[in-house]
């Protein structure tokens, strides 16, 4: 069993960053990939971010790449999203989502294991 605590989220204006945090206890957090998907009012659950068991892949959705980190340090179990030029549409409820198994579908939320309660994240214009 892993429990996942996200933790960052906040206001901010457009333009602005912010840094999101996943931090895992109860097994070798090395062990699991590690995915951000995100959930606007109304709309469905859409990936957004995910990193491998090593660290040496990292996937995004087109919509973020380039303003979006993702990166993970094993020594303090935590996963980390920077999140910069925010737009009011990257507004939602951000969850970090472990897994174990292998391979890593970056994007299927119905792969992963085990999830976070969220974090809301609210960019305004």
Do not use: H
Not at 6 to 32: D, H, I, M, P, W
Not at 52 to 76: C, E, L, M, P, Q
Not at 82 to 92: G, R
Request: aromatic fraction near 12%; hydrophobic fraction near 35%.
């Amino acid at each position: 069993q892993v429990q996942l605590v996200e933790s960052g989220g906040g206001l901010v204006q457009a333009g602005g960053s912010l840094r999101l945090s996943c931090a895992a206890s109860g097994r070798t957090f090395s062990n699991y990939a590690v995915g951000w998907f995100r959930q606007a009012p109304g709309k469905e659950r859409e990936f957004v971010a995910a990193i491998t068991w090593s660290g040496d892949s990292t996937y995004y959705r087109d919509s973020v790449k380039g303003r979006f980190t993702i990166s993970r340090d094993n020594a303090k179990n935590t996963v980390y999203l920077q999140m910069n030029s925010l737009k009011p549409e990257d507004t939602a409820v951000y969850y970090c989502a472990a897994k174990l198994s292998r391979p890593l579908i970056a994007a299927m939320a119905s792969g992963y294991d085990y999830w976070g309660q969220g974090t809301q994240v609210t960019v305004s214009s």
